[in-house]
């Protein structure tokens, strides 16, 4: 089994105030929705009260594009990990709005859940959008796909289940390419060496639209265990 310590951490935890609605959301949905590592390794059919296909988000940030795949692919269970309670909190506002029941969160480090939270060969689909680049190369080391990382999603993954990811950083896509091509146990899906289309099931964000207006790039990859 593929050790990984949490010494480095690829976010910083940023302080904000929660709107009334991102309160609510947090206040109401979480007891109802909300997961804790604490409680050990998850039993999905459990939690969901069904089987169903297991997707795991890693920082879903303000929950928007989650929310839109949880809405169109309701027979498929979805868990969600993000470290920032303003987005668990809007997150949450917009399940118990639209009365999902696809849909569980943790408020947690996506490193330690994963490792003591997720069975291994158990995901049908693991999907990290638009992490951190951390950008300067100073700060290269902070960035959540390394090899290491990597490793641990690996074992995750149910054999053909499907690591997503996606960036709108041209550095980060070529690091990502580089890191998850070297990764045994993986196969791209779009072959050797190659980025894949956007799938219709990832939402495209907004600011993914005014990129694309001013002629900036996204990168997806994806990789079949």
């Known amino acids: 089994m593929t050790e990984l310590r949490r010494e480095i951490r ?3 935890m940023r302080a904000g105030r929660l709107t009334e609605g991102q309160t609510k959301g947090w206040e109401q949905g979480f007891p109802r929705y909300g997961l804790q590592g604490s409680d050990g390794l998850l039993d999905w059919d459990t939690a969901f009260a069904r089987p169903g296909r297991r ?5 879903f940030g303000m929950g928007d594009s989650l929310v839109e795949m949880a809405s169109a692919d309701p027979t498929t269970n979805f868990v969600g990990i993000e470290v920032h309670r303003p987005g668990v909190g809007r997150l949450l506002s917009q399940v118990m709005e639209r009365d999902l029941d696809n849909l569980r969160v943790y408020e947690e480090d996506a490193v330690p859940v994963l490792r003591d939270s ?3 060969n158990s995901l049908d689909g693991l999907h990290i959008y638009f992490p951190d680049p ?11 796909i390394q090899p290491e990382f990597v490793a641990l999603a690996v074992e995750r993954m149910a054999p053909g ?3 997503h990811l996606a960036t709108d950083w ?5 690091h990502m390419l ?3 091509e070297q990764a045994p146990g993986l196969e791209n899906c779009a072959g050797a060496g190659q980025y894949s289309p956007r799938p219709e099931y990832r939402p495209e964000t ?7 207006r001013l002629g900036h790039g996204v990168w997806d990859l994806l990789y079949r265990k």
């Open 10 to 12: 690829s976010f910083v």
């Open 55 to 59: 997707v795991l988000e890693i920082g």
């Open 118 to 120: 997720i069975a291994p």
């Open 134 to 144: 951390w950008h300067k190369k100073k700060h290269n080391k902070r960035r959540l």
């Open 161 to 163: 289940g499907v690591i």
């Open 170 to 174: 041209a550095p980060y896509a070529e």
């Open 178 to 180: 580089e890191v998850m």
């Open 206 to 212: 907004k600011f993914e639209r005014r990129g694309e």
